[in-house]
């Protein structure tokens, strides 16, 4: 009787916990990077939690019931038992590899060249390149297409595919943007991708994440996510801009533009 009591308390402080992890899946993510990555999170907590519950209240119960045992007899061998919680421990470790693999096999997560997730966007979306370039202490977002350059901001529109092309100039660096769940290496003289779609606008910070000098901490950035006419309205600003500049430039007409 009271090793069934002790199972029900068990699954019911399962169900508190899984009842209070329950608003973190019910937030909204800013990107569908993001959202992926939460999706897996939720899942694995929703594994995690009850065989904590269920391990700390077994080992509860066993502490309070032999508190005042002197001689212990060992633990006879129970096959049956041992069967169970090795199958049970395997079944948990694929569900947990399965699952892992389908969210890390995501282009969207993990992009590993320039082709990465073409073939998974919609034929009516176009996938917008932006070449990210890291150097001590600042950020460079060029708009190949447009021939745009941005400094240490990132402008991007709201439902539409974007690709970084993240490189670094002169040292390790690392892009980092914790609230979009965006985060990769800048090498130089190697290309490492971002595949991304931001869900909603609003503004994000972006940090290096390698530590790449005295400046480390002063190298910051700034995403901005904003709506479709709002992002062709500012990329149309700045592509004049680029242009009155290049022809008045007696170099290479190569300019910097910030938002």
């Known amino acids: 009787m009271k090793g069934k009591r002790v199972a029900l308390l ?10 209070a992890i329950e608003p973190a ?8 990077t993001e959202r992926l990555i939460w999706d897996l999170n ?11 519950v269920l391990v700390e209240a077994i080992l509860f119960y066993t502490v309070w019931k ?3 045992n002197e001689s212990p007899l060992p633990t006879k061998e129970n096959r049956r038992l041992e069967i169970t919680w090795t199958v049970a421990t395997a079944v948990i470790l694929l569900f947990v590899g399965v699952a892992s693999y389908q969210v890390l096999a995501e282009p969207y997560v993990t992009a590993t060249s320039a082709d990465s997730g073409v073939d998974t966007v919609a034929e009516d979306e176009e996938v917008m390149e932006v070449q990210v370039t890291a150097q001590k202490y600042n950020w460079q977002f060029y708009y190949p297409e447009q021939d745009v350059t941005s400094a ?8 539409q595919p974007v690709r970084l ?6 040292w390790l660096h690392a892009f980092h943007v914790p609230s979009m769940g965006l985060k990769s290496d800048a090498f130089p003289g ?18 290096c994440a390698e530590y790449c000098g005295a400046g480390h901490s002063q190298m910051l950035g700034t995403v901005e996510v904003r709506s479709q006419d709002e992002f062709r ?3 149309n600003e700045n592509s004049e801009s680029a242009d009155m500049s290049a022809n008045e430039s007696t170099g290479n007409g190569t300019s910097a533009i910030s938002p």
Do not use: C
Not at 10 to 19: P, W
Not at 25 to 32: C, E, F, K
Not at 165 to 170: A, C, H, L, Y
Not at 195 to 207: F, M, V
């Open 25 to 32: 899946a019910a937030q909204s993510a800013d990107t569908t």
């Open 190 to 207: 190697q290309s490492n991708y971002i595949l991304t779609k931001a869900t909603d606008t609003g503004e994000h910070q972006l940090y």
């Open 42 to 52: 939720n899942q694995l907590l929703y594994i995690a939690v009850p065989i904590t």
């Open 233 to 235: 309205t500012w990329m």
């Open 10 to 19: 068990a699954l019911f402080a399962a169900a508190l916990a899984a009842m």
């Open 66 to 68: 032999y508190r005042n």
């Open 152 to 159: 240490n901001t990132l402008v991007i529109p709201e439902e």
């Open 165 to 170: 092309n993240i490189t670094s100039k002169d």
